[in-house]
């Protein structure tokens, strides 16, 4: 069974920094794609950043592209999200996800970041945690 766990959320003034954490459990990170989600109230869930097949290349939405780094650690099998000069604008539950093989193409892991449902169901693509919220105050 997959199991996704993030940690790491709280409250932070804005230019703070904070690092999500992720566990990946029946599941392992260094042989599929991760990516990390972001949902504000009352907005879609949008994509934030992913790392693929074995932690080479990353991914980051233009919104937090510099600010914000995806890493791994195989060993460990955790995906992390280091998020640094925070904006108010950030505030949103983050999640965790994870795709199999099968879809950690370039290509896929950005259609992927850009819309996580499916267009007829409207489910999630892959695997989710449960989220962990991040507020930022000014």
């Known amino acids: 069974q997959v199991q996704l766990v993030e940690s790491g959320g709280g409250s932070v003034l804005a230019g703070g920094s904070l690092t999500l954490s992720c566990a990946a459990s029946?599941?392992?990170?260094?042989?599929?794609?991760m990516g990390w989600f972001r949902q504000a109230p009352g907005k879609e869930r949008q994509g934030v950043a992913a790392?693929?097949?074995?932690?080479?290349?990353?991914y980051y939405a233009d919104s937090v592209k510099g600010r914000f780094t995806t890493s791994q650690d195989n060993a460990k099998n955790m995906v992390y999200l280091q998020m640094n000069s925070l904006k108010p604008e950030d505030t949103a539950m983050y999640y965790c996800?994870?795709?199999?093989?099968?879809?950690?193409?370039?290509?896929?892991?950005?259609?992927?970041?850009?819309?996580?449902?499916?267009?007829?169901?409207?489910?999630?693509?892959?695997?989710w945690g449960q989220g962990t919220q991040v507020t930022v105050s000014s």
């Open positions: 996800a994870a795709r199999h093989l099968s879809y950690c193409d370039s290509a896929t892991i950005r259609r992927w970041l850009t819309s996580p449902t499916h267009p007829v169901t409207g489910s999630y693509f892959g695997y």
């Open positions: 029946g599941y392992t990170v260094s042989s599929n794609c």
């Open positions: 790392i693929g097949t074995g932690g080479g290349n990353t």
